[in-house]
């Protein structure tokens, strides 16, 4: 079945950027999203990527896809304190039913 | 403003009780989903729904039922509550492949 698996913590300088990785086993999936939570808070989506895309720069964020090592990556740029959060990445799975796996998420803590 | 609402932020509940969690979403999505949230595992998937009425088992699915019978209410059930299912419990809906959408969240304790 699918599995999206994630490392549980980063730690890193603020002004550093930060490479948060995920990896997948299902190939099929057809979206696959990047999101936070900060502490008591709900979870935020940050941004998303198409199956068939390798790449999405938004501001901070750059996502990469490697499709052929089923990996996925989110860099945050110029990382600061307030983006210390847990990431979840998720997959999105179309077809006959539609399913929504999220990793078991990264806890990233930036230190002044 | 769209809307994912879960009908209670805490429950407490005895061991061997039966537990409704309710969800109700407004954007008229097909969509709908059931995770626990527990520390250092992540969001497992218990059931998730892509219309009225049909309902896929998740990673997690012992210990629990879903039912929706109407597209905006996605409900879970805890036939039988056990302290292992004491976590925080979270709905969310979305359209095809799009942006998902949160509720609050319930944080369930059995004792």
């Known amino acids: 079945g699918e599995d999206v698996e994630q490392s549980l913590f980063l730690s890193v300088r603020e002004g550093d950027s930060s490479v948060i990785n995920c990896t997948y086993t299902?190939?099929?999936?057809?979206?696959l999203y990047w999101y936070k939570q900060e502490p008591g808070a709900g979870l935020q989506l940050l941004t998303y990527?198409?199956?068939?895309?390798d790449m999405k720069q938004d501001q901070r964020l750059t996502v990469l896809l490697n499709k052929k090592d089923k990996h996925l990556s989110l860099r945050i740029a110029d990382t600061q304190t307030g983006d210390s959060a847990i990431y979840f990445c998720?997959?999105?799975?179309?077809?006959?039913?539609?399913?929504?796996?999220f990793g078991t998420g990264t806890l990233l803590a930036v230190q002044p | 403003d769209v809307k994912v609402t879960q009908s209670s932020r805490y429950l407490v509940k005895r061991t061997g009780e039966k537990v409704f969690l309710e969800c109700v979403q407004d954007?008229?999505?097909?969509?709908m989903f059931w995770y626990r949230q527990d520390p250092g595992l992540g969001l497992r998937l218990i059931y998730f729904?892509?219309?009225?009425?049909?309902?896929e088992k998740g990673d997690i699915p012992e210990g629990y039922s879903v039912s929706r019978e109407k597209k905006e209410r996605f409900s879970l059930i805890l036939e039988s509550a056990s302290t292992n299912q004491t976590s925080m419990y979270l709905c969310?809906?979305?359209?095809?492949?799009?942006?998902?959408?949160f509720g609050q969240g319930t944080r369930l304790t059995v004792v």
């Open positions: 969310a809906s979305t359209a095809y492949g799009t942006e998902a959408f």
């Open positions: 299902d190939s099929s999936s057809t979206y």
């Open positions: 990527i198409f199956s068939n895309m």
């Open positions: 998720a997959e999105f799975y179309g077809g006959a039913t539609n399913k929504l796996i």
């Open positions: 954007m008229d999505h097909e969509n």
């Open positions: 729904s892509y219309d009225v009425k049909m309902k």
